[in-house]
């Protein structure tokens, strides 16, 4: 043994001083190493990835809440234009066709001999109307001065309760504004334009304006303007659209006013979150959009139509899109959603402030780990080394064997785990990336069926009134005739079947849940399909499980088990079974659904669940009973699978929870 000189020190001059310095020399170095080629390297690798995700991130948020802004802006205008279709429908109605002869006396300062008469007519018409289509607070006609003689508010018409010039009877008090005057005698007859009544025809309590302008509809009678039928929406259905409307990462929603015609309503806030302002509210003081975050959004939105900005401390931002719901106005509505920062940014915090952690621990593990690599560690740190780089590098299918001492063991594994780990963090969203194109894509598909379906449904409804007004003009003994008209009207109903079937598919609608028996339901279903494989020589046969309860929508739940039955009896051949399998598991209910048909082409299989997509021929089939199936399955959290089987045919199962989340 060496023995240590006065002080205990080794000299370095002896062999056991030389090494034991390069023991130390060799300790450092490994320390050195390690923890500058792979924890420095990994912790700003992970460092950069991390920023670049939390900015990839901010990205598809700033896409995502624009995309929901859009889409909800789409659903008001839909909405605003079913309303003012609705106006135009009266100004032809026939009491408002019959009343312009009193209009035209009216305006020449006559009473009409029938005015009352007729007067109380359309009052009875236009309150009945606002029973059934509350969308109007107030609906009024006025005379070419623009003076009220009929006026409907929230179903109560009034008529004569003030006396004119000479007494002749309004159902308000006499206008005294020439300037509204010879902006309705602007308007084009027979059109419908928007206008801002003024101060002393507004009917509501508060500080703040109407919500909405005016729609105004100009009443002509032989090429005359007569009068005008004015409507003033409460905003209920606008409400109800944005409050059903979708928040994108609990955001709050906000609506206001852009008018630099009209001062007064410039910068008029028309809906809140924040401040629970609402379009159908009267009470409201006047809210002012220059009021909110110190103007930033009334600067922002006059720079650019849309874009987003954060706000003065940075915790919040804001997004927006400006839409024009008004054809003769130049006033914009600037529609904006503001969202916390930290709710989405906290993710990221948390994954930096680890990162630091683990450096940390990182470097006290070195120092640790440098005393034993001088004796059996530097071979398998060097290998670990190798492999990070590896990963580092891109090739994610690397993996470390474990060797060494037992920290490195752990380590190894602590790798292996974090890139298996990482992979399936990579699969997963890549799997909710799928679903979120999937979904983006019914979405989009949807709202065009919709568009589709009620611009066609509208002359089918002509259709049908026009077959009944014909079927009552035509002489009883007219056979042939009566005949040809019936055929018509069923012509007409199968087409109106087949869009009521799109307007279905895009209105998606929620679940309404409830506990049912399974084996009741699932022979209940099989016997809805009973008739359409004896029709096709199919023999239907079900292997099920004992009965339990199930939680969901049960009529949505039957409309996917029939949609996937009737696809398997038409894609089998005569002869063949198609064969139903439940299984009850601990994770809730499978369904199989199995066919002995010829099978899905590889190509079409990843297109099966596409809107529209159908491999039958025509007549036979919309494409949209797979894509509305997949819906309904989303919504109640379960998992619809279509596969080809070995042996030939196709398998398309069911998972769904025993409980609604």
């Not at 530097?378 to 920290?407: I, L």
């Not at 979904?439 to 089918?460: R, T, V, W, Y």
Request: glycine share 8%; aromatic share 8%.
């Amino acid at each position: 043994m060496p023995r240590l000189q006065d002080g205990g020190v080794l000299p370095y001059s002896s062999p056991w001083g030389r090494i034991e310095a390069c023991r130390l020399k060799l300790k450092t170095d490994i320390f050195l190493w390690v923890f500058l080629a792979t924890v420095v390297p990994l912790t700003l690798l992970v460092l950069g990835a991390t920023t670049y995700s939390e900015r990839r991130y901010q990205s598809e948020v700033a896409r995502e809440i624009t995309s929901s802004l859009s889409n909800m802006v789409s659903e008001i205008d839909r909405t605003l234009y079913y309303e003012r279709q609705m106006v135009l429908a009266l100004a032809n109605a026939p009491d408002m066709r019959g009343y312009l002869p009193v209009l035209a006396q009216a305006s020449r300062g006559a009473l009409h001999p029938e005015f009352f008469p007729r007067t109380a007519r359309l009052n009875q018409f236009l309150a009945a109307f606002q029973g059934v289509v509350p969308s109007f607070s107030t609906l009024r006609v006025l005379d070419t001065n623009a003076n009220t003689t009929v006026k409907v508010r929230f179903g109560r018409g009034s008529v004569g309760g003030f006396d004119g010039i000479e007494s002749f009877p309004y159902a308000e008090a006499e206008l005294d504004d020439p300037r509204f005057v010879r902006k309705l005698k602007e308007l084009p007859p027979n059109d419908l334009s928007f206008v801002a009544l003024p101060e002393s025809r507004w009917d509501r309590d508060g500080l703040r304006g109407p919500p909405m302008l005016d729609a105004v509809v100009p009443l002509a009678l032989d090429g005359k303007v007569v009068g005008y039928l004015m409507a003033d929406f409460s905003g209920e259905q606008v409400d109800r659209v944005l409050e059903l409307a979708q928040r994108g990462h609990k955001g709050d929603l906000l609506i206001a006013e852009l008018n630099p015609d009209q001062p007064d309503r410039d910068g008029m806030l028309l809906y809140d979150d924040v401040k629970d302002v609402r379009f159908s509210k009267d009470e409201l003081s006047a809210l002012h959009l220059r009021d909110y975050q110190g103007g930033r959004l009334w600067n922002a939105v006059h720079s650019k139509p849309y874009g987003d900005f954060s706000s003065a401390d940075g915790l919040s931002r804001t997004y927006y899109v400006e839409y024009l719901p008004y054809s003769n106005q130049l006033a914009s509505w600037v529609v904006a959603e503001r969202v916390d920062m930290r709710d989405i940014l906290e993710p990221f915090n948390r994954i930096r402030l680890g990162i630091l952690v683990f450096a940390g621990v990182a470097l006290l593990l070195s120092l640790f780990l440098a005393r034993l690599g001088a004796r059996k560690i530097a071979a398998p740190v060097t290998g670990m080394a190798a492999s990070m780089k590896s990963y580092a590098d891109g090739d994610h299918s690397v993996r470390v064997q474990a060797a060494g001492a037992d920290e490195i063991r752990q380590l190894e594994t602590s790798f292996n785990y974090m890139a298996d780990t990482l992979v399936r963090a990579q699969e997963e969203r890549d799997r909710a990336r799928n679903m979120m194109m999937q979904s983006a894509k019914l979405a989009s598909i949807g709202q065009m069926a919709a568009g589709i379906g009620h611009e066609i449904n509208n002359p089918l409804n002509n259709i049908l009134s026009l077959t009944k007004l014909i079927g009552r003009s035509l002489p009883e003994d007219a056979d042939k005739a009566h005949r040809d008209l019936a055929s018509l009207r069923e012509e007409a109903l199968r087409a109106s079947e087949i869009v009521k079937g799109v307007l279905n598919f895009a209105r998606q609608l929620p679940p309404h849940y409830s506990r049912f028996h399974t084996a009741s339901w699932l022979q209940e279903t099989l016997a809805l399909a009973q008739q359409a494989a004896r029709g096709r020589g199919v023999e239907l046969t079900a292997q099920l499980a004992e009965d339990a309860e199930l939680e969901g929508d049960r009529v949505q739940l039957q409309q996917v088990l029939v949609n996937l039955l009737l696809n398997a009896i038409q894609a089998s051949p005569a002869g063949a079974a198609v064969t139903v399998h439940s299984r009850n598991t601990d994770a809730g209910l499978e369904l199989q659904v199995v066919d002995e048909g010829t099978g899905i082409e590889a190509e079409w299989l990843e297109r099966v669940f596409d809107p529209f997509f159908t491999t039958k021929p025509v007549g036979e089939g919309s494409g949209l009973g797979l894509s509305i199936s997949l819906g309904i399955v989303e919504r109640h959290q379960g998992r619809l699978e279509v596969v080809n089987n070995p042996d030939g045919g196709v398998t398309a199962t069911v998972v769904l929870p025993w409980h609604s989340a």
